[in-house]
């Protein structure tokens, strides 16, 4: 009876493994340079400072991209480049004038619009560093879905070492029917201490969904929501990107 028991617990240990090296092995296969082409949406807001005069700003702004075995090219509207220059004027004349525009075209950067355009390998790098903690069927927007929940434990530079006291960061992935990652989800909260007096608090949410096109994977809508404390000031920030491919 104990060896069958045995038996059982190391076949459930196997079947886990396997549908994250089946996910590893699909992300694997998905990195390729077939063409895309999307209009980007950015969108911001924060909010920082004390309760009794929180200054809030927010901005969005388009860009049209193009990737495949050329490369990645970015181009903005012309009025929208005219709205940020105009910004910068009015705020070098008024400091306190927020050049949100100007802002939100800063918030699409080529690096990370090309991380979106290439959604497969972040996603690997992401479980690379993950434990899995459990697998289990979990719908995702009511599709029929497995759900891999993980521990993360990301490398910390030395320097971020001295600072960071305590770090605690979880990620769900949602695996359709056809093997294909639907979504992924990130917590992450931290605490530590600068300059040996100041003390942080930090805590981020985020959301990826996914589509397949050609042999990439392509993160079309991707959330994220922090919130922090330091030196006796409070903030909070929201993003939301949504690819809309063409």
């Given at each position: 009876m104990r060896l069958q028991l045995v038996a059982l617990l190391l076949a459930g240990g196997l079947l886990q493994a396997d549908g994250l090296s089946?996910?590893?092995?699909t992300l694997a296969r998905m990195t390729g340079q077939d063409p895309v082409?999307?209009?980007?949406?950015?969108?911001?807001?924060?909010?920082?400072?004390?309760?009794?005069?929180?200054?809030?700003?927010?901005?969005?702004a388009t860009t049209f991209v193009e990737d495949g075995p050329q490369g990645l090219r970015m181009s903005w509207n012309r009025a929208l480049i005219q709205t940020a220059a105009q910004?910068?004027?009015v705020q070098a004349m008024d400091p306190e004038k927020?050049?949100?525009?100007?802002?939100?075209?800063?918030?699409?950067?080529?690096?990370?619009?090309?991380?979106?355009?290439?959604?497969?390998?972040?996603?690997?790098?992401?479980?690379?560093?993950g434990q899995l903690l459990e697998e289990k069927a979990e719908a995702w927007?009511?599709?029929?879905?497995?759900?891999?929940?993980?521990?993360?434990?990301?490398?910390l530079s030395k320097q971020d070492q001295k600072y960071v006291k305590d770090f605690d960061a979880t990620a769900s992935v949602w695996v359709g029917t056809d093997?294909?990652?639907?979504?992924?989800?990130?917590?992450?909260?931290?605490?530590?201490?600068?300059?040996?007096?100041?003390?942080?608090?930090?805590?981020?949410?985020?959301?990826?969904?996914?589509m397949k096109v050609g042999n990439r994977l392509v993160v079309v809508r991707?959330?994220?929501?922090s919130s922090g404390s330091g030196g006796g000031e409070r903030g909070q920030s929201k993003t939301t990107v949504i690819l809309h491919l063409s």
């Open positions: 089946d996910l590893k092995a082409k999307a209009s980007v949406d950015y969108q911001f807001w924060s909010r920082q400072g004390d309760d009794k005069a929180p200054v809030i700003t927010e901005g969005k910004e910068a004027r927020r050049a949100t525009t100007r802002r939100a075209i800063e918030g699409l950067k080529p690096v990370e619009v090309s991380d979106y355009l290439n959604g497969a390998e972040e996603l690997l790098r992401m479980l690379e560093q927007q009511g599709k029929p879905a497995r759900r891999f929940l993980l521990k993360l434990a990301p490398r093997g294909l990652p639907l979504a992924a989800e990130t917590h992450t909260r931290m605490k530590g201490r600068a300059l040996l007096v100041i003390s942080f608090e930090q805590q981020q949410k985020e959301s990826f969904q996914f991707h959330a994220r929501e």
